[in-house]
């Protein structure tokens, strides 16, 4: 894709004026709480732990978005999050007040999957990418 940046770093120390302001930002950030962690299948416990540990409620890189990244979505601009089971209230608690609207997308088995937020009065970041996924939703 010759209109998409991929950005890697820490998402909690990032140095915003080197990344242009985004359409969409896509993120499955780790989400599992802590206390979770050791009691998830054998088969998960080959990824490391940064990549499942979200924090004592699972939701600290969820806390970090919307507080340090919205004001890097362009107007009319999307965050879509990969949640686990039972999240996506949290989630949407967390960008109230962000000048958002918000959805939640459901898999197959009707288990919250991916939140979404559009922003519509922030005249503010990366990826030009249109997703389509309308057709998810319950």
Request: glycine share 6%; charged share 20%.
């Amino acid at each position: 894709l010759d209109n998409a940046q991929i950005i890697q770093g820490d998402l909690f120390n990032i140095d915003f004026s080197q990344i242009p302001h985004a359409d969409v930002i896509l993120s499955n950030p780790p989400y599992i709480p802590t206390s979770e962690i050791d009691g998830l299948q054998k088969e998960v416990h080959f990824e490391p732990t940064t990549a499942l540990d979200g924090g004592l409620d699972g939701l600290d890189f969820y806390r970090c978005i919307a507080e340090k990244w919205t004001s890097n979505v362009k107007k009319n601009g999307y965050i879509a999050l990969e949640c686990g089971e039972e999240q996506s209230d949290d989630i949407i608690n967390l960008f109230n007040g962000k000048y958002s609207e918000n959805q939640v997308i459901y898999d197959f088995n009707n288990i919250d999957r991916i939140v979404t937020n559009k922003f519509l009065a922030l005249p503010i970041f990366i990826l030009s990418i249109i997703v389509s996924l309308n057709k998810y939703v319950s």
